[in-house]
């Protein structure tokens, strides 16, 4: 098998994982994975995926949740009903009534897209390719998302394979030194006390809206742990005190999973909510870009798991350190009934997620059939693909 992810890290670390899942699933499987810019260039000059070309069954990975595939394959649906209403209009207007199975996405969710011609020009693209693929692999899970993993299932012309939570644990970066101060600053907090931090490894942030969370935090006098980048680590540090730590680098699945860590506050990139899932921890969602809002917006209104600090924004687009501050406490107070409910639901999930990939479950069976199939010729290439 050649696996051709996207040059992104975000499309990399969960096409190795699945990778990974399969070479563990099956030993006589040989991946080889390419992952070269001149590759990606070749690919989009071809026009045709060139697994068709040679007869080789070609295979999508779709490295987002299955919700915002539904949403973005029915764009010329909701499309047109974005103009013309406000901001708030378009929060309160769900895709249900153009989309079947999205109830709890809504218009203001999608409408950035609309602004972005080129994504949205690709977009189109990879979604007349994907028909064209023999089968559709997704790094979510069946009990994730039941009903646009059904809905997906009904609308491609192909098989598609829920595999996951397929998530890739850290390389070793050599961050042992302060791994190892983290570690003892988790040790010593008590369980569920400590809010992780984190917006990924591209997400930009205006400075006003990077001083008002930082600002807010404080505020809220939760014990918070904080990855950012090494120019802001240093500022950070001298605003924690002894309530808070920051760092440039961590193992986030290590983490989260420590015994310490009780929410976490999330840009909500699709890696890192599996990851949360899959740690049975409630997030703070602070969605920027791409599917982050979509994805936000599961984890507060669908699952129920955790806030959106999104629908907070001001006239400015800035989340205030008032609205940052009132989620940390909310979400981090262990003797509230809200609390309690999305720690409840959180851990739900997380059986949910172990669930799945055990034998027999959804995952495993799902990963099993794809195997199956590869090896018996059911994912053959039709002659008007190639």
């Known amino acids: 098998m050649v696996a051709l992810p996207y040059p992104g890290r975000g499309h990399i670390n969960p096409m190795l994982a699945v990778c990974r899942l399969l070479v563990a699933a099956d030993g006589a499987l040989t991946v080889t994975v390419v992952v070269t810019e001149e590759w990606h260039g070749l690919l989009a000059s071809a026009g045709v995926t060139p697994g068709a070309r040679l007869g080789v069954p070609v295979c999508s990975l ?23 209403f406000s901001e708030e209009e378009l929060s309160r207007k769900s895709l249900e009534q153009y989309v079947p199975g999205l109830s709890s996405v809504r218009l203001s969710d999608v409408k950035i897209f609309l602004a972005w011609e080129g994504p949205i020009k690709i977009s189109a693209e990879v979604f007349v390719k994907v028909r064209k693929a023999q089968c559709v692999l997704f790094t979510s899970f069946h009990e994730l ?54 917006f990924g490894s591209f997400v930009a942030m205006p400075p006003k809206q990077f001083e008002e969370i930082a600002v807010g935090l404080c505020d809220s006098a939760v014990r918070f742990f904080w990855v950012a980048q090494d120019r802001a680590t240093a500022g950070l540090r001298e605003m924690c005190g002894d309530r808070g730590l920051a760092v440039p680098w961590c193992d986030q699945q ?64 800035i989340v205030s350190r008032a609205a940052v ?40 069976r799902s990963l099993s059939g794809f195997l199956e199939d590869l090896v018996e010729g059911k994912l053959e290439v039709a002659e008007s693909s190639a």
């Open 62 to 84: 779709w490295t987002q949740p299955a919700t915002f595939l539904l949403a973005l394959c029915h764009l010329d649906l909701w499309r047109p009903a974005v103009e013309g």
């Open 145 to 198: 998302e039941p009903s646009s993993m059904s809905k997906i299932a009904e609308l491609l012309p192909c098989p598609i394979y829920p595999i996951g939570p397929a998530i890739l644990r850290a390389p070793d970066n050599g961050e042992s030194a302060r791994d190892e101060e983290h570690r003892r600053w988790l040790d010593a907090q008590p369980q569920n006390s400590v809010l992780y931090v984190s």
């Open 254 to 317: 290590e983490v989260l999973r420590h015994p310490s860590v009780g929410g976490f506050l999330s840009h909500c990139g699709w890696n890192s909510v599996l990851e949360a899932v899959c740690a049975g921890v409630p997030l703070i969602g602070f969605p920027v870009v791409w599917d982050q809002l979509v994805n936000a917006r599961m984890v507060a209104d669908e699952w129920k798991t955790g806030i959106n600090l999104r629908q907070q924004r001001g006239k400015d687009g």
């Open 325 to 364: 501050s009132d989620a940390a406490r909310k979400l981090m107070d262990l003797d509230s009934g809200a609390g309690q409910e999305m720690r409840r639901r959180a851990a739900q999930l997380r059986e949910a997620s172990r669930g799945a990939v055990l034998e027999g479950g959804s995952s495993q």
